[in-house]
T-cell receptor
Framework: NAGVTQTPKFRILKIGQSMTLQCAQD?????MYWYRQDPGMGLKLIYY???????DKGEVPNGYNVSRSTTEDFPLRLELAAPSQTSVYFC???????????????FGQGTRLTVV | QKEVEQNSGPLSVPEGAIASLNCTYS??????FFWYRQYSGKSPELIMF????GDKEDGRFTAQLNKASQYVSLLIRDSQPSDSATYLC??????????FGSGTKLNVKP
């Protein structure tokens, strides 16, 4: 049981390049999230998904795209990378809570991205 | 905009003391509340959750929730140097989205 797996762990990208950050979970969670964390800051929600085929924007979606073709995978696409996208990216997953119950978010190890 | 606010710190306490971390949230519809610990360069890990008013204790940790005041706190008793980390407060909305504060850095001095 690997939990939430992100690849790559580190990446340096040149301005204008594109890349896909991979995220996979093996816990059969229906909710998946992408967050970014800038130095000394909290986590900002980029996109989230409530299940295969269903995605929605979070707080900071500009410059990113996502897809969710399976329950397990939730890749994040960066088009035309900019220095402002230099950050640490975390993927997370959780499950539908029974009414009145909690549901924690399980995090991947993160991807440290630098755009130069 | 759904905001979760925390004092960024750093909060310095001596070993063995009680550390008190605080958090406020803007969305009255928030459902559940979480405290995550994050060591430098690592991913957040869950410390405690709470979704009912009052106190909840788990070992050295106590979470407190006051929905009327929109206030969440975390007490760490008998603080240890290994507790030195950034503590993130989070709230979920009706759509199970997690909103995080900017975190409070805790330093526990031996």
């Amino acid at each position: 049981n690997a939990g939430v797996t992100q690849t790559p762990k580190f990446r340096i990208l040149k301005i204008g390049q594109s890349m896909t950050l991979q995220c996979a979970q093996d816990m059969n969670h229906n909710y998946m999230y992408w967050y970014r964390q800038d130095p000394g800051m909290g986590l900002k929600l980029i996109y989230y998904s409530v299940g295969a085929g269903i995605t929605d924007k979070g707080e900071v979606p500009n410059g990113y795209n996502v897809s969710r073709s399976t329950t397990e995978d939730f890749p994040l696409r960066l088009e035309l990378a900019a220095p402002s996208q230099t950050s640490v990216y975390f993927c997370a997953s959780s499950y539908s809570p029974p009414q009145g119950m909690y549901t924690e978010a399980f995090f991947g190890q993160g991807t440290r991205l630098t755009v130069v | 905009q759904k905001e979760v606010e925390q004092n960024s710190g750093p909060l310095s306490v001596p070993e063995g003391a009680i550390a008190s971390l605080n958090c406020t949230y803007s969305d009255r519809g928030s459902q559940s509340f979480f405290w995550y610990r994050q060591y430098s360069g690592k991913s957040p890990e869950l410390i405690m959750f709470i979704y009912s008013n009052g106190d909840k204790e788990d070992g050295r940790f106590t979470a407190q929730l006051n929905k009327a005041s929109q206030y969440v706190s975390l007490l760490i008793r008998d603080s240890q140097p290994s507790d030195s980390a950034t503590y993130l407060c989070a709230a979920t909305d009706n759509f199970n989205k997690f909103y995080f504060g900017s975190g409070t850095k805790l330093n526990v001095k031996p």
